[in-house]
């Protein structure tokens, strides 16, 4: 879910995703149709490159049942305990993620 960028970056996550039929991007939702958005997903992923406020997105799916998976960056990191109740990667390591 969220908006794809219309630039390069954005195309090549599309042609990405489109040679993969395990990825579907759903596009922007309402905010009153998040307890549904994280109810049909697998996993949360905020792949953040910069500090985050304590994301509601993340204590929504927290809260909701939903494995969390976060930058290890900020604010997010004081949001789980890795590999108790989600788990930290290291902010911009493409691999790890």
């Not at 039929?21 to 910069?50: C, H, M, N, Y």
Request: glycine share 8%; proline share 6%.
């Amino acid at each position: 879910y969220g908006k794809v960028p219309e630039n390069e970056y954005g195309q090549t996550v599309l042609n990405a995703a489109a040679a993969d039929p395990r990825i579907k991007l759903k596009g922007t939702f309402q905010p009153e149709k998040l307890g549904a958005v994280l109810l049909s997903i697998d996993a949360l992923l905020l792949p953040a490159l910069w500090y985050e406020n304590e994301p509601i997105v993340v204590k929504a799916a927290q809260y909701m049942g939903v494995p969390v998976m976060l930058s290890k960056l900020g604010s997010l990191v004081d949001m789980v305990e890795h590999e108790t109740n989600g788990i930290l990667v290291e902010a911009a390591n493409i691999e790890a993620w």
